[in-house]
């Protein structure tokens, strides 16, 4: 029996996967994925990393 409500999450395809702002690999289902988020003129913004050293690499860039 299939429960649509437990899904959420578990179906993350490379079409709709995030990308990397660092090295521009997907990131599906990573468990070290991470998220920045700041807000820019009102706006909340969001970028994808698939690791810390992805994130450490693009704050020092
Ligand atoms: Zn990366």
């Known amino acids: 029996m ?3 409500t437990s899904s959420l999450g578990d ?3 490379e079409e ?3 990308e990397c ?3 521009g690999e997907k ?3 990573s468990p070290t ?3 920045v988020t700041w807000v ?3 706006t909340v913004q969001h970028r994808h990393f698939c690791s810390d050293d992805c994130r450490e690499s693009y704050d020092a860039s």
């Open 27 to 29: 990131i599906v289902q």
């Open 16 to 18: 709709n996967a995030p």
């Open 11 to 13: 179906d993350v395809d």
């Open 2 to 4: 299939v429960d649509p």
């Open 33 to 35: 994925h991470r998220v």
């Open 21 to 23: 702002a660092t090295c």
């Open 40 to 42: 820019e003129d009102g």
